[in-house]
């Protein structure tokens, strides 16, 4: 083989080996600009936040909204704090023989990965049990939601009116049913303590 070919093959691979350092290099910068403006680091969302006005005295309300999970795997809700509830739990309504019954969830929510679950009147639904203080529309409730295999994720649930949630209820208003009542009358609350 002459040298000048050898020279040249040897051009082309440090040729190549520069540019794949180059590639390489940019790859943090790209992806440091991509993650650096958006807040949802660990690739879940959590949006549309909502709960609905109390009665004074009412030991309970509750909490809506919707969680996208943009990560490559399922993550799981587990739990949820919430400064103004001493306790924070995750139930699902369902019918049962006509009657809407809420049922606890203690392994709490799974969200496959590219999907989203919306927490809403008659499904899904955050219990804020043991409230402080009555909740006022127009109010907005910082809760913590904990997940299994990423951070917790902070979100906002902003009280509305009764007569005016914009939300379609699937024809059942869920204040009507009075959700105190059902509930903690049907389950045996002494036994969801932890
Ligand atoms: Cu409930």
Redesign the pocket.
Known sequence: MEPSSLIRRFARHVSTVAVVAAVASCIPLMAAAHTAPNPHVSGVMVEHGWSRPTPPGAA?G?GYMVIHNHTDAAVRLTGATSEVATDV?I?E?LADNGMMR?K?LPDGVSIDSGQSVEFKPLSY?L?LEGLKQPLKVGQKIPVTLKFERIPAQNAVLDVRSLDNSGEDDGGVDHSTMN?SAI?HSSMNHSDMDH
Do not use: L
Request: proline share 9%.
């Open positions: 309970v509750v739990s139930h309504t809420m606890p639904h219990m959700h509930d």
